[in-house]
């Protein structure tokens, strides 16, 4: 289950998505999380996936 807490969110999905997963699908499909929910709590915080990045900004 990923944290609630907008900031911690967003360190540990990027750190998952470094380390671990080569997009966020791979990442939402793995753990069971719906993407357009996680990039719209994160997009809440003021965080934008960036496809080429594979990462949140």
Do not use: H, W
Not at 13 to 20: H, S
């Amino acid at each position: 289950m990923l944290p609630k807490d907008p900031m911690i969110l967003f360190s540990v999905v990027n750190t998952k998505l470094r380390d671990d997963y080569a997009t966020l699908d791979a990442l939402c499909e793995d753990l069971d999380e719906d993407r357009s929910a996680l990039e719209t709590r994160l997009a809440a915080a003021g965080f934008l996936y960036d496809e080429g990045k594979n990462q949140f900004r």
